[in-house]
């Protein structure tokens, strides 16, 4: 079945460091790719997301690529701020019906 | 404009009761979603509804889980005979339409805990 593989966490990284969260996926077919956030304290909301192959998603200074020969969507940023400490939750969906998440990973950055 | 809102934000009920947890999506979103995150986890897919029907319920655990969404807007989670196991984060999204590349508003949660 579908599913989702991200880096386990926590990380924890010094301001203005290089962040990378690997996710990996499983799919039939071409699913849509997710990264979402979540801060503390609030709900998830979708950071940035991709369609196709190729595709690249960026906000907030984050980018991720999908990458079909590999199975991945990556997430980078190239200068971490200590607003960025939350949990990313990779994500797919093939059909727009069930979503699948991968387990979280914890990021803090530290000034 | 306003978000998806979930109430409770907790609820705390004894094994073996009935419990509903309630869901308003964003004005106009016609899918909804709930999700059941346990601590450390990932958001788990319960059940999708397009309008008023339940287009994929797949992602139910057993039959004590119900849910409903009459009149296409506000969604109730219904589940009887709670477990301690049940205890879990509860999360409802809505998107515009439902597709494939739309994206899905989270809601704060109901947090349930099962005693």
């Known amino acids: 079945g579908d599913s989702v593989t991200q880096m386990e966490g926590p990380v924890t990284l010094s301001e203005e460091a290089f962040l990378t969260i690997n996710c990996t996926y499983t799919?039939?077919?071409?699913?849509?790719l997710f990264w979402y956030v979540q801060y503390p304290g609030e709900g998830l909301q979708l950071l940035l997301k991709?369609?196709?192959?190729?595709d690249k998603g960026s906000n907030k200074g984050f980018e991720a690529t999908y990458r079909k020969e590999t199975t991945s969507f990556h997430l980078e940023k190239g200068s971490v701020q200590v607003s960025d400490s939350a949990v990313y939750f990779c994500a797919l969906t093939r059909t727009g019906n069930q979503f699948y998440f991968g387990t979280g990973t914890s990021l803090t950055v530290i000034p | 404009g306003a978000g998806v809102s979930q109430t409770p934000s907790n609820k705390v009920t004894e094994k073996g009761k009935y419990v509903e947890l309630r869901c308003d999506p964003i004005?106009?979103?016609?899918?909804l979603y709930w999700y059941r995150q346990s601590l450390g986890q990932g958001p788990e897919f319960l059940i999708y509804?397009?309008?008023?029907?339940?287009?994929?319920d797949s992602g139910l655990p057993n039959d004590r889980f119900f849910a409903v969404r009459p009149e296409g807007s506000v969604s109730t989670l219904k589940i009887q005979r709670t477990e301690r196991g049940d205890s879990a984060m509860y999360l409802c999204a809505s998107s515009h339409s439902g597709g494939w590349t739309d994206t899905q508003y989270f809601g704060p949660g109901t947090r349930l805990t099962v005693l």
């Open positions: 004005s106009g979103h016609t899918a």
């Open positions: 799919a039939t077919g071409y699913p849509s």
């Open positions: 509804f397009q309008g008023t029907g339940a287009a994929d």
């Open positions: 991709a369609t196709k192959a190729d």
